[in-house]
């Protein structure tokens, strides 16, 4: 089975931030992965929106209510299970986040090359170039 990755991006009352993120993975140089978007009960209705972001290998779903961050994420999670997708990486990403063009080949790389870790996360930077 070749190896997969699912993306699952929250958001809540952010859409314009949420759109910048999925534009920048649509220019990643890594491009095995799927895509989910989950609203977390943003107070506009911003599924409209999500659903506009849509290509072959996305997927909208939404909560009335917000349910946190972890809430939201292992909600996803368990959907994903359900319906019996088979991903070998998870990757909880923030709306707000601009992924870099090599920032997944790089993640997804440190996964594969070390078999005895469980997790793995980028250097984060600000928008002004700070790390976080």
Not at 37 to 50: M, R
Request: aromatic share 10%.
């Amino acid at each position: 089975m070749e190896k997969k990755l699912a993306i699952i991006i929250l958001n809540w009352n952010g859409i314009d931030e949420t759109k910048k993120c999925v534009t920048s993975l649509g220019a990643s140089s890594f491009q095995n992965f799927d895509l989910v978007l989950f609203d977390n009960g943003s107070i506009h209705d911003e599924v409209t929106a999500l659903k506009k972001l849509v290509d072959y290998r996305t997927t909208v779903w939404h909560s009335p209510k917000n349910l946190g961050f972890s809430g939201g994420n292992n909600a996803v999670v368990k959907k994903l299970r359900d319906a019996k997708r088979k991903y070998s990486y998870y990757l909880f990403l923030n709306q707000d986040v601009v992924v870099e063009q090599h920032a997944l080949d790089h993640l997804f790389d440190c996964m594969e090359t070390y078999a005895d870790i469980a997790v793995c996360g980028p250097l984060v930077l600000s928008s002004d170039g700070r790390m976080q």
